[in-house]
């Protein structure tokens, strides 16, 4: 099982609304993260916007893929777009670049 850290901007301005949807994040976009192979999949955010996000799986290429091909996603994507900062005209999934673990406790 692969564990996979990555950060992302939230703009400082959308971070409360950001944070609404997040704790009303649509079902068929929770079932199809689940179908996609991630689990513990948790965000953690800074009070300046930086966004930490955590997840296992078993193949994280895979996972990412397996989402870019469904419609939920595209939709959650595009919904999402506006929130972050320096995508450089990608969505956020697509800039979901895994940090170093450099320590892990078992």
């Known amino acids: 099982m692969q564990r996979v850290g990555f950060i992302l901007k939230v703009k400082e301005d959308m971070i409360e609304d950001y944070?609404?949807?997040?704790?009303e994040v649509w079902p068929e976009m929770l079932d199809a993260l689940r179908e996609a192979?991630?689990?513990n999949y948790s965000l953690f955010m800074r009070e300046d916007?930086?966004?930490?996000?955590y997840c296992e799986?078993?193949?994280?290429?895979?996972?990412?893929?397996?989402?870019?091909?469904?419609?939920?996603?595209a939709r959650?994507?595009?919904?999402m777009a506006?929130?972050?900062e320096n995508l450089?005209?990608?969505h956020a999934d697509e800039n979901m670049v895994p940090l170093e673990q450099v320590f892990y406790l078992e």
Do not use: C, I, S
Request: hydrophobic content about 35%; glycine content about 12%; charged content about 30%.
């Open 82 to 84: 506006p929130y972050f």
């Open 37 to 39: 192979g991630w689990h």
């Open 76 to 79: 959650w994507q595009e919904f």
């Open 19 to 23: 944070k609404k949807h997040h704790r």
């Open 49 to 53: 916007g930086l966004l930490f996000g």
């Open 57 to 73: 799986t078993p193949d994280f290429e895979k996972a990412l893929a397996t989402m870019a091909e469904k419609d939920v996603n």
């Open 88 to 90: 450089g005209g990608k």
